[in-house]
Nanobody, 121 residues
Framework: QVQLVESGGGLVQPGGSLRLSCAAS????????MNWYRQAPGKQRVLVAA???????NYANSVKGRFTISRDNAKKSVFLQMNSLKPEDTAVYYC???????????????WGQGTQVTVSS
């Protein structure tokens, strides 16, 4: 059973920083793309940052220059360093990954449970 578990959310003042972590566990053979999404109250879930298996990254325009996505393939983990946080960054952040695992032996999408990030003074 593949699981993604996020950590690192919380309450931070505007201009502050947080680092989110997401670790995958289970009978995993390979992990392709790893992504961070967020969903603000009353809004759709949107892609914030993505990183390929080879380390290529992509960011939403709203977070470029402030957020950095990285991964540790040995630890099956992805991270999101968030700097210069703004109130509009407030949302539930979700980890997502395309994972090849047994017994299906096909790449499937998996999601974490989400972690709340609140930016407020």
């Amino acid at each position: 059973q593949v699981q993604l578990v996020e950590s690192g959310g919380g309450l931070v003042q505007p201009g502050g920083s947080l680092r989110l972590s997401c670790a995958a566990s289970g009978s995993i053979f390979s992990i392709n793309a790893m992504n961070w999404y967020r969903q603000a109250p009353g809004k759709q879930r949107v892609l914030v940052a993505a990183i390929t298996g080879g380390g290529n990254t992509n960011y939403a325009n709203s977070v470029k220059g402030r957020f950095t996505i990285s991964r540790d393939n040995a630890k099956k983990s992805v991270f999101l360093q968030m700097n210069s946080l703004k109130p509009e960054d407030t949302a539930v952040y979700y980890c997502n990954a395309q994972i090849l695992s047994s017994p299906s032996w096909t790449f499937r999408d998996y999601w974490g449970q989400g972690t709340q990030v609140t930016v407020s003074s």
